[in-house]
């Protein structure tokens, strides 16, 4: 069975850095690309940035520079560490699977705020 | 960056009603476009892929239908459980991008 863990949100201050892991089951994340979503409180959804199988990675404008997304072929475990956070960074974040996205985790909540 | 523009915002049904959502993108997104379902308090839902492709365990109830710049979701005749937010997406062109959303609402 798929499924996608994500774990490391939390409350943190404008300027400071969390890592999120998304830990994956039932599959390979070195032969997927692997998705960051996130989702503003009461918003809707926002891309975030991908890895694709090759390693490359792509990122939405508003956290280029700021956010790295990796991934651990070893521990089966895609991140994104999150650098110079802001208040709009706030959100629910969330990992899927594959290009069109056909698994999501639960996600983690990211707080920043001071 | 290509805007997708859904519509309605609101679409308010009763349960047996045909639905039908639009997804408009700025410029074409050749046949790179994927719908979403999501629920109160859950993760988005894959429906369906490539304009039309629906995925595992989908009802066929969920059709897409679609080229380049306009696309729509139809949902044949609406189950209690098909009632939640639905976003159509891109991945023809980076950054991908998602439409606003359209919320389907009993009546």
């Known amino acids: 069975e798929v499924q996608l863990v994500e774990t490391g949100g939390g409350l943190i201050q404008p300027g400071g850095s969390l890592r999120l892991s998304c830990a994956a089951s039932?599959?390979?994340?070195?032969?997927?690309?692997m998705t960051w979503v996130r989702q503003a409180p009461g918003k809707g959804l926002e891309w975030v940035s991908v890895?694709?199988?090759?390693?490359?990675?792509f990122y939405a404008d508003s956290v280029r520079g700021r956010f790295t997304i990796s991934r651990d072929n070893s521990k089966n475990t895609v991140y994104l560490q999150m650098n110079s956070l802001r208040a709009e960074d706030t959100a629910m974040y969330f990992c899927?699977?594959?290009?069109?996205?056909?698994?999501w985790g639960q996600g983690t909540l990211v707080t920043v705020s001071s | 960056e290509i805007v997708l523009t859904q519509s309605p915002a609101t679409l308010s049904l009763s349960p047996g009603e045909r639905a039908t959502l639009s997804c408009r993108a700025s410029?074409?997104?050749?046949?790179?476009l994927t719908w979403y379902q999501q629920k109160p308090g859950q993760a988005p839902r894959l429906l369906i892929y490539?304009?039309?492709n629906r995925a595992t365990g989908i009802p066929a109830r969920f059709s897409g239908s679609g080229s380049g710049t306009d696309f729509t979701l139809t949902i044949s005749s609406l189950e209690p459980e098909d009632f939640a937010v639905y976003y159509c997406?891109?991945?023809?062109?980076?950054?991908?991008?998602f439409g606003q959303g359209t919320r389907l609402e009993i009546k």
């Open positions: 410029q074409s997104v050749r046949s790179y």
């Open positions: 490539d304009v039309s």
């Open positions: 039932g599959f390979a994340v070195s032969g997927n690309h």
């Open positions: 997406q891109q991945r023809d062109k980076w950054p991908i991008t």
């Open positions: 899927a699977r594959g290009p069109n996205s056909d698994s």
């Open positions: 890895i694709h199988t090759g390693g490359d990675t």
